[in-house]
């Protein structure tokens, strides 16, 4: 659904929905290339931090050498760096619509919790959907507990059975 633009803005508006490996690279991309004069920089994710998805196969097994300091990233001021220190906002929502101006230029992004980010460059890098056991939730309190019932519920197995020798069964494995 197209829209009236309601206001103009100084910057040009870079919008990156998804905070993973996708959106990260671009924003370190970003950080040494683009004029903090002339662009700001917007992340949104539905997740307070990063989660180093590769660690936290072996994350869920087991809580050797706290992993969950070194797979867990919380977003914030250090997320945005080099040129983009200072000119970058993350934004911890899930992306509920996306409106676009009439002109064909820009548009808005709707938020769950009722907030409107306007963009004139939306990058959506939202990844998977994962399954369980590395399907992490989207609070930092809700990451921790899931991450504590999975390896209780590891521990407790009489049984495991890895199909595939593979990054994900190796992952589990080790």
């Known amino acids: 659904m197209a829209f009236s633009e309601d206001s103009k803005h100084d910057k040009l508006n870079i919008v990156i929905v998804g905070g993973g490996v996708g959106g990260l690279g671009l924003l370190r991309s970003l950080s040494t290339t683009i004029d903090p004069k002339k662009h700001t920089v917007v992340l949104i994710d539905a997740r307070p931090a990063y989660v180093h998805l590769i660690s936290s196969l072996r994350l869920v097994v087991s809580n ?87 390896q209780a519920e590891f521990a407790a197995a009489t049984d495991i059975l890895l199909v595939g020798g593979g990054p994900v069964g190796i992952g589990l494995y080790s």
Do not use: C, M, W
Not at 89 to 96: L, N
Not at 123 to 132: D, Q
């Open 64 to 150: 050797t050498d706290n992993l969950i300091t070194r797979s867990v990233h919380p977003y914030g001021n250090h997320t945005f760096r080099n040129k983009l220190a200072g000119n970058g906002t993350f934004i911890q929502a899930s992306v509920t619509d996306i409106k676009f101006y009439d002109t064909g230029k820009g548009g808005q992004v709707i938020l769950d919790n009722g907030g409107i980010v306007a963009y004139d460059v939306l990058v959506l890098t939202t990844g998977s959907i994962l399954p369980h056991p590395i399907a992490f939730p989207t609070s930092t309190k809700a990451i921790e507990e899931y991450v504590k019932a999975r």
